[in-house]
């Protein structure tokens, strides 16, 4: 099967190749479709649906890699945490009441 790691990266490199190839059809069919009816404008083959997805990517995004979410709000959110957890009971509670004011009740909490 595929316990060789070697054959596994290949595999998953063959599926990422007939990805971007399904993909390139899907955008060239959707463009041709749609496009030209809405705007005039020429349709598209095959290679420039590819070109159009690497495009977009440079423009919007990166290749590759793993994708950290959140990035430095994750980062801070951590922080505050790992803050948070090495306080005391009272000033647990002052930090509560600061934030409470802050944001004056967002989270749907009644003054009475």
Not at 14 to 35: G, K
Not at 45 to 62: E, I, P, T
Request: glycine fraction near 10%.
């Amino acid at each position: 099967m595929l316990y060789n790691k070697g054959k596994r990266k290949f595999v998953f490199f063959l599926l990422m190749l007939a990805m971007i190839f399904i993909i390139s059809a899907v955008v060239m069919f959707l463009w041709n479709a749609i496009i030209p009816d809405i705007t005039g404008w020429k349709a598209i083959n095959y290679w420039q649906s590819l070109g159009l997805l690497v495009l977009f990517k440079l423009l919007c995004g990166r290749f590759g890699g793993h994708k950290h979410h959140g990035g430095r709000n994750h980062f801070m959110m951590h922080k505050f945490r790992e803050k948070f957890a090495n306080t005391t009971p009272e000033e647990r509670e002052a930090l509560k009441e600061e934030w409470r004011n802050r944001c004056g009740g967002w989270h749907g909490r009644k003054d009475n």
